[in-house]
Nanobody
Framework: QVQLVESGGALVQTGGSLRLSCAAS????????MGWFRQEPGKEREFLAL????????GIANSVKGRFAISRDNTKNTVYLQMNSLKPEDTALYYC?????????????????WGQGTQVTVSS
C-alpha cells in the first residue's frame, strides 16, 4: 500500500521547463517500479516514462524523448519528471503511478496505485 501525491504543475510558456514531483507515503517507494502518465480531457491516458525500483533502468516514450527525464530518490520517497522545451501539446493532467510488479510496463493497467494528478498548461 502506497499513497502518491504529485506536485509541481503550473502554467508555463512554450519553451519553458518544469519539474514534477511525486511524493510517496506508506510503504517505501523502493518497493515499486514507477511511471509517469498524462491525460488530456476526452483522451486516453498516455504513457510518458518509467523507472525501476533502483533507478537504474529509466525508459522514456518516443513522443517526449530528449525533452523529458525520469529519476527517483528513494531516500526521499520521491520520483521526479523533468520536463524541458515544453510545447502547447504537452498540456495535460500529469499522473504518477506505482507498480508492485517486477516487470516494467508502459500499460496503465499494470500500475496499482495512482496519484491525483497535477495540471500542466503550456501557453503559446
Amino acid at each position: 500500500q502506497v499513497q502518491l501525491v504529485e506536485s509541481g504543475g503550473a502554467l508555463v510558456q512554450t519553451g519553458g521547463s518544469l519539474r514534477l514531483s511525486c511524493a510517496a507515503s506508506g510503504r517505501t517507494l523502493s518497493a515499486y517500479n514507477m511511471g509517469w502518465f498524462r491525460q488530456e480531457p476526452g483522451k486516453e491516458r498516455e504513457f510518458l516514462a518509467l523507472i525501476n525500483w533502483s533507478g537504474g533502468i529509466p525508459g522514456i516514450a518516443n513522443s517526449v524523448k530528449g525533452r523529458f527525464a525520469i529519476s527517483r530518490d528513494n531516500t526521499k520517497n520521491t520520483v521526479y519528471l523533468q520536463m524541458n522545451s515544453l510545447k502547447p501539446e504537452d498540456t495535460a493532467l500529469y499522473y504518477c503511478a506505482a507498480s508492485s510488479s517486477s516487470v516494467l510496463s508502459t500499460r496503465l493497467t499494470d500500475y496499482d496505485y495512482w496519484g491525483q494528478g497535477t495540471q500542466v498548461t503550456v501557453s503559446s
